[in-house]
């Protein structure tokens, strides 16, 4: 088998945190015969400044032909001030459009190690294990208009737009419900129906496609400022939850603050399965940003993003055991009290992002 | 002084929580001389089971009237498949809308008897005072086209639309800076602009208002999702925070729940003051929905509802030492260990509705 995989490592400690996972791919390839090739591109800033965008095409045409597309992080103050359509996140949100990378998977789960590093109380948070599908490629990320234009008189005109139609909320419903069998069997799905038209539809659709086709797994809708209360009040009433690109984007980093284990959290973004070959287009990514504060100065987590490389071995290349393994070497190098600066507690012992990664590394051989 | 009130107590505990502010408005005016004089009308489910609305035009006129609006709650069960148009949610967004009530004021505030009851660890918590200030008259909630277009072939097409104007953001940014200079004197605004023109067009608008007139506080910019994050992670980092109309719903409900206070949280919706009187339109409403359970039991916390008519006696009539007081009244009440059942606690005294109101006005009356 010959497996492709594109890295785009990207700005800040993305490329620190890449490395680590490098060294894991090596060493696959070395005593597993995984038979990985790797090829790199820019993407965010680092690409703005060689190419001008925050993507090139050749690397986009890259992207598209690789089995599966490793992602660091975007952005850093170097690039606040450079234009809308060429900034750092234009790069990200470039990849998921072009690739139709319409869900994503944002596990939100809790580290025994790390549950008394939450903001909330220990029993809140331990064994937490949530999933939130994310729509990805549609809502108020793309909806045209998307303007400002100028009135005169000083005044200006914002105009960002939402949209959704019924096969978009179908598709990433179908992928929560089939993920929630996978799970504990429930599904519960987040909008503003009160307020919302695209909320009405959201509803109308996840309701039909649960009585057509998965009317097994328990259904419940919550509207979506009640869904973040909820996450904040009992996590722990969640299985999987599905909602739109903007509420997803905000719920998710709610739930990824709530473990504690916010630098620890990996994403899958997935296309639709090819009609004749099965495979779906897939990136990466660690729910983090690219940390310019700490970036070249080698304390960065790289968890977080060997943990995206183990949803990239499970969901890609379906490496079940070998992505089970890789999750667990990071929760056991955790229980030995193992720790980057960001979750250090007292007693652990303090290690920067390279020994973190050789500690991963260690475990995941004697695994 | 004559002082026009409008009740509209709306569905479910809405009633039973504005029975108790009744008491307090009647013991002001016999002992304090207050003038208050009341008018009541329906909104909500009950409106549109009286006129087939969810609120009358000639209630409508009564709101737009009145020198203040005390608003309960809307919705249930019994309304969930009324007609998009008329559904409860649509009296009070009429409300918003009609009255230009385009500052939402949203303190977050953790009793100190209470903050024990939140999910977060308390010293997290203790002490937290954050105000949210939530543009309530635009955005998404508002913005044409909003509607569901079926596209033949079993589709449908749905679309929400947000729209911000350069005048919008700088009078809602003028409300937040004018708060913060009476509290800790700090701002921090919230958008997407790395995703949203309206996002772009708000950090613009705040900036330049900044700038211009309030450049004596200090303003910080921050994602909304960060924010919603950062809200969890360390939440008394925060003074004001200013937002727009959904992410101000998002956010607002988040900290509520933070605080472990939720059914205690009163809100104020204030519009332009009037360029003669200085008059502000206002309605005042608490932060908790309907909750069609405990309806009818007798057993619902009418502190929101009462802090929300503290609010109304500082914002709407300058009432400021009886506002102190009333707000010193609940805290006290609850030192005292009274709870109703959602904030009951080991070695308090737990009690209904009517007895927690008795509670907080014969303190009030003690002060
Ligand atoms: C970087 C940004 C465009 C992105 C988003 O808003 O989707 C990020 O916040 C995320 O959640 O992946
Ligand atoms: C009832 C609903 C329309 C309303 C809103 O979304 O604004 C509520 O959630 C609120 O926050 O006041």
Redesign the pocket.
Known sequence: TVRNLFLLPGDGIGPEAMAEVRKIIAYMNDEMATGFTIDEGLVGGSAYDAHGAAISDADMGKAMAADAVLFGA??GPKWDDVPYEVRP?AG??RLRKDMELFANLRPAICYPALAAASSLKPELVEGLDILIIRELTGGV?FGEPKTITDLGNGQKRAIDTQVYDTYEIERISGVAFEMARTRQNRVCSMEKRNVMKSGVLWNQVVTATHKDKYSDVQLEHMLADAGGMQLVRQPKQFDVIVTDNLFG?ML??VAAMLTGSLGMLPSASLGAPDAKTGKRKALYEP?HGSAPDITGKGIANPIAMIASFAMCLRYSFNLVKEADNLEKAIANVLDQGIRTGDIMADGARQVGTVEMGDAILAEFKAL
Chains 1, 2 share one sequence.
Request: aromatic residues 10%.
């Open positions: 975007v952005g996140e990200l949100l990320y984007d998710s980093d729910v």
